[in-house]
């Protein structure tokens, strides 16, 4: 090995971290921060499951009219003992994306009921 050869192994030893710090610092962030309901499983999976149970079956009532169940997934809602429903429009959901959710929970109960 040249003295040269040594020289570029180190530069890019020195680099490629640096270079793989600066692309996963840029990509993280934004989809930890955007919450947007491109699949309603996954969200339903990542945010809701913990508490309605991964088909749905606690704390919803898949009969409520669909503004109301909106309305809850939006502005939260107190149930009869906490946990209580978070609100997610402060954490940037629309009423498009509730919409979605709010079919997919639908979905999930319709086997069963
Ligand atoms: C911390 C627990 C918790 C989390 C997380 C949660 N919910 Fe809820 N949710 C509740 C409770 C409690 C209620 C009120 C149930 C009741 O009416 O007794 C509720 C009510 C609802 C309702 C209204 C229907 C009904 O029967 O009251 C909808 C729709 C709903 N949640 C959807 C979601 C969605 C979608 C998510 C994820 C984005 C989510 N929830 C996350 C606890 C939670």
């Given amino acids: 090995m040249t003295i040269n050869r040594i020289k570029i192994f180190a530069t890019l030893a020195l680099v490629l971290p640096v270079l793989a710090l600066m692309i996963s610092y840029r990509t993280t962030p934004v989809s930890a921060v955007t919450l947007t309901v491109s699949d309603p499983a996954e969200v339903f999976k990542a945010k809701c499951a913990m508490c309605h149970s991964p088909k749905a079956e606690k704390l919803y009532n898949p009969a409520l009219p669909q503004e109301e169940q909106i309305e809850a997934i939006l ?15 402060p ?12 079919e997919y929970m639908q979905g999930l109960r319709k086997p069963a009921s």
Avoid: R, S, Y
């Avoid at 502005?75 to 429009?89: C, V």
């Avoid at 954490?91 to 709010?102: F, S, Y």
């Fill in 91 to 102: 954490k940037g959901m629309t009423a498009d994306d509730a919409k979605a959710l709010v």
């Fill in 75 to 89: 502005k939260g809602k107190k149930g009869e003992k906490p946990p209580n429903m978070p609100a997610f429009e």
